[in-house]
């Protein structure tokens, strides 16, 4: 995503990328970038909340006056659980090996 | 902490070996953003989504896009990539592809408008000369031709 990135802000439009895999996006940076501590797969957040959609996306807008130079990633004030319960990291761990088995 | 998915792809990898990752050989920054409130904004996405009419992608090397409708009204849509990490997706496409928030944020006034089209391309493929040199600009094209002033990229 950062290749397509960076190509359209040579085209003199600015980017913002929103992701999830914090450790990618550290490698390849890309111009402009929000992380979002959700499971991969699930950037916005859960399947048929609205709102929680809406919220990602309004947090990750507010972040944009405060980009001063290419490359930065912000991090976003989410957290997947309300208690801070990260649990789901084994799903995850768990869809991504099945796709080698 | 945020989980650290690089080691799990990498023992993991099939016989094609670990992701390779590439940086720009171009790096590009636009040192402006527009207001957000007089923006055009689009949603690209790399899930490789379509219309059910539309050529079906070929994942994984496959460097073709589609542009797709922004109104969320619009659900005969259909996911290519192969990712397992498609679950939810499936069930509800808004978790990777927020149509109906970006929408919801123009009647709110948060966004100026929304392009009427949303731009979905197979991410993780390795063809990187073929995505900077064609696929990235045949997408700046179609933003600038569409007056788009910000464009959202979500990885999939």
Redesign the interface.
């Known amino acids: 995503?950062?290749?397509?990135?960076?190509?359209?802000?040579?085209?003199?439009?600015?980017?913002?990328?929103?992701?999830?895999?914090?450790?990618?996006m550290e490698?390849?940076?890309?111009?402009?970038a929000v992380?979002v501590?959700f499971?991969?797969?699930?950037?916005?957040?859960?399947?048929?909340d609205?709102a929680q959609?809406?919220r990602?996306?309004?947090a990750?807008?507010a972040e944009?006056?405060a980009?001063t130079?290419?490359?930065q990633i912000r991090d976003l004030p989410l957290q997947w659980a309300p208690d801070g319960d990260?649990a789901w990291?084994a799903m995850?761990?768990e869809?991504?090996?099945?796709?080698?088995r | 902490m945020?989980?650290?998915?690089?080691p799990?792809?990498a023992a993991?990898?099939?016989p094609e070996g670990p992701r390779r990752?590439?940086?720009?050989s171009?790096?590009?920054?636009?040192d402006?953003?527009?207001p957000?409130d007089a923006a055009r904004v689009a949603l690209?996405s790399?899930a490789a989504v379509r219309e059910a009419a539309q050529p079906p992608f070929v994942p994984p090397e496959d460097t073709s896009y589609r542009a797709i409708p922004a109104d969320p009204a619009v659900t005969d849509l259909v996911i290519d990539h192969r990712?397992?990490?498609?679950?939810?997706?499936r069930?509800?496409l808004?978790?990777?592809l927020?149509r109906?928030?970006?929408a919801?944020?123009q009647r709110r006034g948060?966004?100026g408008t929304v392009a009427p089209s949303c731009f979905t391309?197979v991410?993780g493929c390795r063809l990187?000369q073929k995505?900077?040199g064609e696929?990235?600009?045949a997408?700046?094209?179609e933003?600038?031709a569409l007056d788009?002033?910000?464009?959202?990229?979500?990885?999939?």
């Not at chain 1, 499971?39 to 048929?48: A, E, I, L, Q």
């Not at chain 2, 945020?2 to 690089?6: G, I, M, R």
């Not at chain 2, 171009?26 to 636009?30: G, I, K, R």
């Open positions: 995503m950062s290749l397509i990135a960076h190509g359209i802000e040579a085209r003199g439009i600015p980017t913002l990328v929103i992701g999830t895999v914090r450790d990618v490698q390849v940076p890309a111009p402009r992380f501590d499971p991969v797969g699930r950037t916005f957040g859960r399947p048929g609205a959609h809406e990602v996306l309004a990750a807008f944009l006056p980009f130079a290419p490359g990260r990291e995850v761990r869809e991504l090996l099945s796709f080698h | 945020p989980l650290a998915y690089l799990i792809q993991h990898a099939g990752l590439v940086q720009s171009q790096p590009a920054w636009c402006t953003v527009p957000l690209l790399s990712s397992p990490v498609g679950t939810d997706a069930r509800d808004e978790v990777v927020p109906a928030a970006f919801a944020l948060v966004v391309f991410g990187h995505i900077e696929l990235a600009p997408l700046a094209a933003l600038a788009v002033t910000l464009a959202v990229l979500a990885p999939y």
